[in-house]
């Protein structure tokens, strides 16, 4: 190796990759074509030159990311939720569990006692 670090094994993905994708002048081929019967992309193979956008595309395109605002989201359903009649007379009820639950633990804890009534709260 030319460089006289101590992770030389970092670089060496790199010239295993060198290795495998020069071309042998006995074999006319690479190493990779004959094990895996095609050549291996290079990293600056999946780019095409030709088709990169203009420096100009690009601040026009990130100007428009920059001017993007959240929009709140709207709920146009006036629905009331569901509650039961029995809600208002019972004399014990079950208390959901809004924790993260093991496969077999109930969803809901209780019963408990109803000690005091509110008009609208449930």
């Known amino acids: ?3 006289s670090d101590a992770t030389w094994y970092q670089s060496l993905p790199t010239v295993l990759l060198g290795l495998r994708t020069t071309i042998h002048e ?3 081929s690479t190493s990779a074509e004959l094990v895996l019967g095609e050549n291996l992309r290079l990293p600056g193979g999946f780019l095409d ?3 990169l956008p203009s420096p100009s595309t690009f601040v026009q395109k ?7 605002r959240p929009v709140l989201p709207v709920h146009h359903t006036k629905q009331k939720p569901f509650i039961f009649r029995d809600l208002a ?3 014990h009820v079950f208390v959901g569990t809004d924790s ?3 496969s ?3 969803p809901y804890e209780g019963p408990y ?4 009534r509110y008009a609208n709260l449930f």
């Open 1 to 3: 190796m030319c460089h």
């Open 26 to 28: 006995n074999l006319k």
């Open 49 to 51: 030159d030709s088709k």
């Open 62 to 68: 990130r100007n428009t990311l920059a001017n993007l």
């Open 89 to 91: 007379t019972c004399t």
């Open 100 to 102: 993260v639950r093991t």
């Open 104 to 106: 077999l633990q109930p």
């Open 113 to 116: 006692p109803v000690i005091k």
